[in-house]
C-alpha cells in the first residue's frame, strides 16, 4: 500500500528566509506524488506535481519539489517565504488503477510566517 | 471558469439530527467526490462519482451516510443520523475523467454536532 508522512505538524519560519516541508512516502513501485496548499477559507489547490519525468518539479507562488527515490522523500522548499504563505500543505499520493484512482493524503503541515 | 461550489458553509446540528450538503461541481467534470476532513487531519476520501456511478465508497460509514448524483452533475451528501465524531469539514472536489491528481476543491461545508 502507498502512503506519505508529514515529519512536521507545525513549522515557522521567518519572512524572507527558506521554506523547508517534509515528506517521506511508502511504496511499492513509483508513486505519484503531490502538494496541495489550503489557505484559511479557501479550497485546497494543488501546487505542484511529480508523476516520473524530471525529478525537480516546479509548482507555483515559487514552491518546488525534489524527488529522491533513495531517500523516499519529496520535500516541498521555497528560497523565500511571504506572508502569503502561510496556510496548510498537504503530501499527497495518488493511488489505484487507471480509470478508479484516488488521492491519499497526508496529515498536512501548518506553515506560519512570522514578520 | 467558476469553481466548485458548495452549500452551507457552516451547519450547526445536534446529535441525532439529520444534515445534508451540496456540491455543484465545475462544468464538465466527469468525476466527482466527497471528502471529510476532521480537525488537524488530511482530507479523508469517502465516496467517488464517475458521472452518476460510484467508482469508489469502500470509506463512506453506510450505516448513516448516503450520497447520490442523479444527473451526473450535481451531488448531495447526506448524514443520517448524526454523531458527535461526525464535526468536520465536508469537501466536494471535481475532476476530468481519468485526471484524478488534478482535482478542483471547493470551499466546503464546516459542521459541527452538539
Known amino acids: 500500500a502507498q502512503s506519505v508522512t508529514q515529519l512536521d505538524s507545525h513549522v515557522s519560519v521567518s519572512e524572507g528566509t527558506p521554506v523547508l516541508l517534509r515528506c517521506n512516502y511508502s511504496s511499492s513501485y513509483s508513486p505519484s506524488l503531490f502538494w496541495y496548499v489550503q489557505h484559511p477559507n479557501k479550497g485546497l489547490q494543488l501546487l505542484l506535481k511529480?508523476?516520473?519525468?524530471?525529478?525537480l518539479v516546479k509548482g507555483i507562488n515559487g514552491f518546488e519539489a525534489e524527488f529522491k527515490k533513495s531517500e523516499t522523500s519529496f520535500h516541498l522548499t521555497k528560497p523565500s517565504a511571504h506572508m502569503s504563505d502561510a496556510a496548510e500543505y498537504f503530501c499527497?499520493?495518488?493511488?489505484?488503477?487507471?480509470?478508479?484512482?484516488?488521492?491519499?493524503f497526508g496529515t498536512g503541515t501548518r506553515l506560519t510566517i512570522i514578520p | 471558469e467558476a469553481g466548485v461550489a458548495q452549500s452551507p458553509r457552516y451547519k450547526i446540528i445536534e446529535k441525532r439530527q439529520s444534515v445534508a450538503f451540496w456540491c455543484n461541481p465545475i462544468?464538465?467534470?466527469?468525476?466527482l467526490y466527497w471528502y471529510q476532513q476532521i480537525l488537524g487531519q488530511g482530507p479523508k476520501l469517502l465516496i467517488q462519482f464517475q458521472n452518476n456511478g460510484v467508482v469508489d465508497d469502500s470509506q463512506l460509514p453506510k450505516d448513516r451516510f448516503s450520497a447520490e448524483r442523479l444527473k451526473g452533475v450535481d451531488s448531495t451528501l447526506k448524514i443520517q443520523p448524526a454523531k458527535l465524531e461526525d464535526s468536520a469539514v465536508y469537501l466536494c472536489a471535481s475532476s476530468q475523467r481519468d485526471r484524478a491528481h488534478e482535482q478542483y476543491f471547493g470551499p466546503g461545508t464546516r459542521l459541527t454536532v452538539t
Open positions: 499527497v499520493v495518488r493511488m489505484g488503477l487507471f480509470g478508479n484512482e484516488k488521492l491519499t
Open positions: 462544468s464538465g467534470h466527469a468525476t
Open positions: 511529480y508523476t516520473s519525468a524530471a525529478t
